[in-house]
């Protein structure tokens, strides 16, 4: 079945934005008559239908802002969504999620049917945790939606997007060169899979490290979650033998987690046989045995700013007197990217 061609496709066929097609196609005022002309020439000739349902649903009250989480057994994003929540409280805005990754692992059917009912439920906006598929961002963008990505990469589009992003490859050299100060020369970095966009700067920034320091740096895949986690560094533990110190560092909470089970049932003492650093903070770090050396992204206020930044892209897209008919308006300063800290306690060996 051929596919139903979208607003993008008239679009292209007549040369003109996204924005003066949506505006001609809804009968709205500050389109001339040539580019009016030509919209609907190339809506005829490709054989574009508006659709009605999603223009009437768009002149209805908003709803809710969608979070879309990617496992909420992680406590970065428990505290990302107490930021969330801070930040549309102060423009009296009411949020809801989903979990588009139960236990760590991805479904996207579960992605389709969060935006469907994005959709359905006329929603405000999106705030996402994974980079959307291609579709899906054009059906939310089509359907006047927008969306901020944090801790993931916008989608490239020429809708143009929003994200709050961390500086990974500046995390992860934070990183190297504590454990270089250490004198630690054998890093192994347990990471997730590559479907999460964050992986790429962090992976980069470490084998970077690596070898601007003169480490061997082993990476290590496994599943977004403390089981999978706890499997493959045994493994590897299994496989190493009894070597000199080295250094661990893991990807997220959830594969910390693992770690951690996997170092104690092997009875490998921390730090003083592995220096072991953990992503992210999280409120028990500092009350482990020995406290937890972390790098603090300090995901509350990246949520915050996330809430707020979705928040001016709506009233920058509806400020104009036929909201209902225009796509979301993105500028250059929607995507920013933050830095993170090395918080040093002693599972490093400080």
């Keep these: 079945m051929a596919k139903k061609p979208t607003l993008n496709d008239v679009a292209a066929k007549s040369g003109l934005s996204i924005f003066t097609v949506s505006r001609a196609l809804n009968g709205a005022e500050g389109v001339s008559d040539e580019s009016r002309r030509r919209v609907l020439e190339a809506a005829r000739s490709i054989g574009y239908v508006p659709n009605t349902a999603a223009r009437a649903l768009r002149t209805q009250m908003p709803g809710p802002v969608m979070v879309m989480t990617a496992s909420t057994s992680n406590s970065y994003y428990i505290d990302m969504i107490d930021g969330i929540q801070s930040g549309l409280r102060e423009a009296n805005t009411a949020m809801r999620f989903t979990d588009v990754a139960p236990s760590g692992r991805f479904d996207r059917d579960l992605e389709d049917a969060a935006i469907q009912e994005a959709m359905q439920s006329r929603a405000k906006g999106v705030i996402s945790t994974l980079t959307l598929s291609p579709d899906n961002y054009e059906k939310l963008t089509e359907w006047g939606i927008p969306a901020v990505f944090v801790d993931s990469q916008a989608p490239d589009s020429h809708f143009g997007a929003a994200s709050v992003t961390t500086d990974n490859a500046d995390a992860s050299a934070q990183i190297g060169r504590h454990l270089a100060f250490h004198g630690l020369d054998e890093w192994v970095l347990m990471i997730y899979p590559r ?77 003083d046989e592995v220096a072991v650093i953990g992503f992210d903070e999280f409120a028990w770090a500092p009350l482990l045995d020995p406290p937890m050396t972390v790098i603090d992204e300090d995901s509350r206020s990246i949520g915050e700013l996330a809430a707020r930044k979705l928040l001016a892209i709506i009233a920058r897209t509806s400020s104009d007197k036929e909201a209902a008919s225009v796509v979301p308006s993105y500028t250059a300063e929607d995507r920013e990217e933050v830095t993170a800290t090395l918080l040093v306690r002693h599972s490093c060996g400080c």
């Excluded at 962090?202 to 089981?227: I, K, M, P, S, Y």
């Excluded at 080295?246 to 009875?267: I, S």
């Design 195 to 271: 479907l999460w966009s964050s992986r790429a700067a962090r992976e980069g920034g470490f084998r970077a490290a690596a070898h601007e320091h003169g480490a061997r740096l082993t990476v290590l895949e496994c599943d977004n979650d403390a089981r999978s986690a706890r499997e493959v560094l045994d493994a590897h533990l299994a496989q190493r033998g009894t070597g000199g110190r080295f250094a661990l560092v893991a990807g997220n909470n959830p594969l910390l987690q693992g770690a951690l089970t996997a170092l104690r049932e092997r009875e490998l003492r921390i730090p």
